[in-house]
């Protein structure tokens, strides 16, 4: 059974300094891993994924994740948050075979940036 | 913009009304979800359409009947339903359901209370 956990319920940061939002999974295979965002009241918008190659991936508004097989993590990092960077980050991971695209996500993270 | 289109975005109904939520894709994909979000859980995957036919239903109760009549629209019926499943609705769609990996891109959702 393929599982994703987020250790932490939020993450306090300041403007301007780095944030990392945590991931770790358990899937068998080579898994493919998906990072979404949630802004208050809106739907969930799509961030990055790994599929495969360049263990470091770039996504939108700034944001990476580095992909570790031998830690089984995805860790969301940007270098710099800013106050909109506030919102509620999901991790997700889809088996690679027999999954139907569905997406196993994590409970999410909180992430609060103060100005 | 996201390109999946759900409407009403807020819906208030009673226990024994009947009413519908409608979502629409414009990305010409094959794949159609319905996720929900409830407060303090996971998103749960509901059911998968692959070029209009159901390929998953995630031990979901009869109270909810998706629809899918073509590739680009799918509805979610709902009938005699309980408060508990006052939540968050989640429409998505993706390329290809056969094909692990394919980014699942969701809508605005609708915003359930049954009272």
């Known amino acids: 059974a393929q599982s994703v956990a987020q250790p932490e319920d939020q993450v306090n940061v300041a403007e301007g300094n780095p944030l990392t939002v945590k991931c770790t999974y358990s899937?068998?295979?080579?898994?493919?891993l998906f990072w979404y965002v949630q802004y208050p009241n809106r739907g969930l918008q799509f961030l990055l994924k790994y599929i495969t190659g360049d263990n470091l991936v770039k996504g939108s508004y700034g944001f990476e994740a580095e992909f570790n097989k031998s830690q089984t993590s995805f860790h969301l990092k940007k270098p710099s948050a800013l106050v909109s960077d506030s919102a509620l980050y999901f991790c997700a991971v889809s088996p690679p075979t027999d999954s139907w695209g569905k997406l196993q996500f994590g409970a999410g993270t909180q992430v609060v940036v103060t100005p | 913009e996201t390109g999946v289109t759900q409407t009403p975005r807020h819906l208030v109904m009673g226990m024994t009304n009947k009413k519908s939520l409608k979502c629409e894709q414009h990305?010409?994909?094959?794949?159609m979800y319905w996720y929900k979000q409830s407060a303090k859980k996971p998103l749960e995957l509901m059911f998968v359409?692959?070029?209009?036919?159901?390929?998953e239903n995630n031990s979901v109760p009869s109270r909810f009947s998706p629809e899918c009549p073509n590739s680009s629209h799918l509805f979610l019926h709902l009938h005699t339903l309980q408060p508990e499943d006052s939540a968050l609705y989640l429409c998505?769609?993706?390329?290809?359901?056969?094909?692990?990996?394919?980014?699942?891109?969701f809508g605005e959702g609708s915003w359930l209370t049954v009272v």
């Open positions: 998505a769609s993706s390329q290809d359901a056969l094909l692990s990996g394919n980014t699942i891109y």
């Open positions: 359409y692959s070029l209009e036919e159901r390929v």
């Open positions: 899937v068998s295979g080579n898994p493919y």
């Open positions: 990305l010409g994909h094959n794949a």
